[in-house]
Every structure is written in structure tokens, then in C-alpha cells.
């Protein structure tokens, strides 16, 4: 069985925005398909983005999975929804929020 989700180590990984808009990015896609760890626009340099992804990988939040000289993330969505309920909820309804604000 897979190991629970810890909330305070989630919420730890969520403190920052940039693995908030990480694991926001990845909440859009319903269909939870993998997503080039390039392809995440943050303003961060290529270690610091390297970082950010081990502490969500270390929560639990995201698998990583390498491909030669790339790498993909892929939420785990039905692990957070069985022991966060509601968590990917709120950060979908907040950066609802944050956008609308900007526009």
C-alpha cells in the first residue's frame, strides 16, 4: 500500500509559491498525464527549480520520473485526494482567485 500523506509535510511543500504553482500547473490536467520538468514557467534558476521538485517529491505531492537527460512530474492525485480531501480544491479555488485579481 502506498505510504499516507503527511499534511504538515504537504503543507510545508506548499508553503512556497513556486511549488504551489507547480502542483496548481499539474491540478489543471484532469487527465493527470506526466509534464516535462522544463516546462514549468518559474522565475528560478534550473537548481532551484531542481529543489522545488525533490521537496514536493519528498511530501509525496508529485512522482518524478527521469528520461535520459529530461525528467516528467506527474501529480498523485488520487493519494492527495484520499488523504487531503479537499486540498487540491482549495489551491485550484486560490489561484482562481489570484487570476481573476490580475486581470
Not at 531542481?50 to 517529491?57: E, I, M, N, Q, Y
Request: proline share 4%; aromatic share 2%; glycine share 6%.
Amino acid at each position: 500500500m502506498p505510504r499516507e500523506l503527511d499534511l504538515g509535510a504537504a503543507l510545508t511543500a506548499l508553503a512556497h509559491p513556486s511549488r504551489r504553482q507547480v502542483v496548481v500547473d499539474l491540478a489543471h490536467d484532469a487527465d493527470d498525464r506526466e509534464r516535462a520538468c522544463g516546462s514549468f514557467d518559474l522565475p528560478v534558476s534550473k537548481a532551484t527549480k531542481t529543489h522545488h521538485f525533490k521537496v514536493l517529491r519528498e511530501a509525496g505531492l508529485v512522482t518524478q520520473r527521469d528520461h535520459g537527460n529530461g525528467s516528467t512530474l506527474t501529480l498523485r492525485r488520487a493519494e492527495i485526494d484520499r488523504d487531503l480531501p479537499g486540498l487540491l480544491g482549495l489551491l485550484l479555488t486560490e489561484d482562481a482567485t489570484q487570476t481573476s485579481a490580475d486581470d
